[in-house]
Structures are given as C-alpha cells and as structure tokens.
C-alpha cells in the first residue's frame, strides 16, 4: 500500500471561527452566561437553552467532521466515512480533472477553505467531492494538484476537453 503523505479532516475548530453558522453557535453558546452574569431580569430558563442549543450544534458538527478521513497517498486519495458503520472510497489521483478551492473572506482569516474535487471516478458520478472546512486548503489543494499532475505523467494519462458546437 502506498505511503500516507496527508491526512486529515474538516476542522471543527476552524468551523466555528471561521464561518457564520461557528460564530453564531458560539454566540448562543455564550448566551446563556452573558445574560445569567449580565443582566438582572427574569429570563427563566431561555439563556440556559441557548447555551444548550449552542452546545448541540457544535456537537453535531464535530460528529459529522469525526465521521470523515481524508489520506492523501501517490496515486490515490481515500475517504473514510462513518462512525459506527464505515465505508471507504478511493479516487486514483489520475482521474481527478480539476482541483477548486472555495473559501469566504471569513473563512480565509481562519485559515480554512472548501476544496472542491471533479473526476471521472465512480465516487464523483452524483456531484463534486467537496471536502469543507479544510486547514491549510491552500497548501493542501497546491500538493493535490502537483500529485494529479505526477500520477498522470507517471501512467501517461491526457485529458482532452471535447467541445460540441452546434452548426
């Protein structure tokens, strides 16, 4: 089996100090604190169920980032999804035709970003591989795309783009 040059997995971390969706989860996450020490009133328990609300998201999206496992080899790139049942996907590196990464101004402060896969594997049939909330997407889409590059010169693979034109 070939060697393991990356691995890794979309970053809960990253997710919330990078997106909308983080910032507002760590907001109601803090909301029930901030009104509890903050401001007298009756409130009942409305602040503790914001924090318990903030609380479930960020679980859920740690669950969902533990349930998938990129590894970047040579030839190959695997996903490994799942927790409690388990699959494992590999696209061959030389069928991979394009490498996209995706990324908002908020996104690029924290250092992560969407890179965003299209091939002529079966794993691609339905859509893109978008693999969300990467850390260092930059340098990590730069090496994919330098290791696509090397596996098609090494089995001789050339894409040819075929465009039909209506007469």
Sequence with gaps: MDEVRDSFRSSTLGWLRGTLAGIGTILLGLAGPAVMIGMAGDWGAWPLALSGLGVLIFLWKWLQNMGAKYEVTEQRLIIRRGIFFKSIDEIELYRIKDVRMNFTLLSQWAGIGTICLT?????????????????????????????????????????????????
């Design 119 to 167: 091939s002529s594997d079966e794993t691609t049939r339905v859509g893109d591989l978008v693999m969300r909330d990467v850390e260092k997407a930059h340098a990590r889409r730069e090496d994919l795309r330098r290791l696509v590059d090397a596996a098609r010169r090494q089995r001789g693979v050339r894409e040819i783009d075929m465009v039909h034109e209506d007469i």
